[in-house]
Structures are given as structure tokens and as C-alpha cells.
């Protein structure tokens, strides 16, 4: 069963948010995983409107998930979501990451997204616990997130271990950087996938519409799931 994941930090849609819808659209997805999603007052409606703008449904995160957001379409089925929250570093940013079990037909899968911090002190505790949270699931994986780091770091490896850098698919796909959108010169987001789950195709999308709508790229991968678990 075939899958379209973007991974995308769409900025908190302090750009151009018709780009943003036109990008999304045109790519065909059918899972989003959002960083830097509607986190604040009237956090339903704004993630319920991003969603719909996006021509997807909200299947979890928001406030709970400190901005994750996983938006799916009609085509995936939602079985159970739930949240996490890491520990505030006084004077930073709450943080947290957003998981989901879901299926397309006879296929189980599972979603996860996080935004980890930009404090080089505090971002390995983080991705030692969405580490600790994505080796408790079953069901093969598949994880979108912004880093805050480049591949090679040390939260990199630690959410990395033990699964398929999407980008390892196409040539010179880890030099496809996504950050910032004006001058590339970092991969700091990544998308990475059970090694249960095939990866056909990987591409940084880089359009005008693209260029407008966020200062991150966002990852596509198309993904080949396992039909049974």
C-alpha cells in the first residue's frame, strides 16, 4: 500500500498562506506532519482551518502537542492518537511531539511528529524521550520532524537509530537542504521511516510557491507499507 508523507514546518503561518494551501494541494498528500502548527487561543479552529484549507482533516496534536500536528486524508483511518510533552527548560519553549495509529486497508501504521528545541543543552533530553516513546510502538513508523540540527548531531543519531533516513533513497539526497527557505544551507528537517516500510521516492520541494509559503522546504517521501504486521 502506497503512502505520500510531507513533513513540513509551515512557520506558524506567518507567510504566504496561499502558497502554503497551493504547495500542499498540489503535492496530493496523504498524511501532513506540521511543525509549528496553531499551539494558542482558538488552537481547534486554527488547526481545523489549516486542515481544511490544506483539502486534509486533523487527525491529532495542537495545543496538547505543543504545535505538532498530523493531518491525514479521507484515505487514512485514524485508530488512536496521543501526545507528548517534554520537560520545560525555564526561560525556553514548551515542546512536545504528536503520534497516531492509523491504516489504509489492510495496512497499520503509525505517525509521529516533533519540533525539537534550539537550545544545543536541551534538544538531546528531547529526543531521548521521543526516542524512548517511537521504541514502545508496534506498528512500523514513520516520523517527521524538525531537529533544530543537522544530520551527523547528536539528537540526529539518537532519533535516527535504528531507522531509514528517507533522504538515503535519491542521489546527494542528504545534501538536499531544507532550511531556510531564501539561502539552503542546512538539513535541519528530516523524515524517517521503520525499515519495515519502503521508501520509493524522496525530494526537498522547492517551488515558488514553496519559497513563499514557509522559511523551511517541506520533505516529501513516498512510502511502500508492509500489508501485514
Known amino acids: 500500500m502506497r503512502l505520500r508523507v510531507l513533513s513540513y514546518n509551515v512557520h506558524g503561518q506567518r507567510d504566504d498562506v496561499d502558497a502554503l494551501a497551493e504547495a500542499v494541494r498540489d503535492l496530493d498528500p496523504d498524511v501532513v506532519i506540521v511543525q509549528e502548527a496553531p499551539r494558542r487561543f482558538r488552537w481547534r479552529h486554527k488547526c481545523a482551518a489549516l486542515a481544511d484549507r490544506l483539502g486534509l ?3 491529532a496534536g495542537g495545543l496538547p502537542a505543543l504545535g505538532n500536528l498530523l493531518l491525514t486524508s479521507l484515505r487514512v483511518r485514524v485508530y488512536h ?6 520537560p520545560l527548560t525555564p526561560g525556553r519553549h514548551l515542546r512536545g511531539a504528536v503520534f497516531a495509529e ?3 486497508g489492510s495496512a497499520r501504521f503509525a505517525l509521529a511528529g516533533s519540533h525539537l528545541s534550539t537550545d544545543p543543552t536541551e534538544r538531546p533530553g528531547q529526543a531521548a524521550l521521543l526516542k524512548e516513546a517511537l521504541a514502545a510502538l508496534r506498528l512500523p513508523v514513520v516520523v517527521g520532524a524538525d531537529l533544530n540540527e543537522n544530520s551527523g548531531g547528536g539528537a540526529w543519531r539518537t532519533v535516527a537509530d535504528g531507522l531509514t533516513d528517507a533522504a538515503a533513497v535519491v542521489p546527494d539526497g542528504a545534501s538536499r537542504f531544507t532550511f531556510p527557505c531564501l539561502e539552503p544551507r542546512d538539513r535541519i528537517d528530516a ?17 515558488p510557491q514553496t519559497r513563499r509559503a514557509s522559511d523551511h522546504f517541506p520533505i516529501r517521501a513516498d512510502l511502500l507499507l508492509p500489508s501485514e504486521v
Do not use: E, S
Not at 492518537?81 to 517534554?86: A, E, S, V
Open 81 to 86: 492518537t496521543w501526545c507528548q510533552q517534554y
Open 191 to 207: 523524515l524517517f521511516v521503520d525499515p519495515r516500510i519502503g521508501v520509493l521516492d524522496y525530494d526537498v520541494v522547492d517551488t
Open 102 to 104: 492509523c491504516g489504509i
Open 57 to 59: 482533516v486533523v487527525a
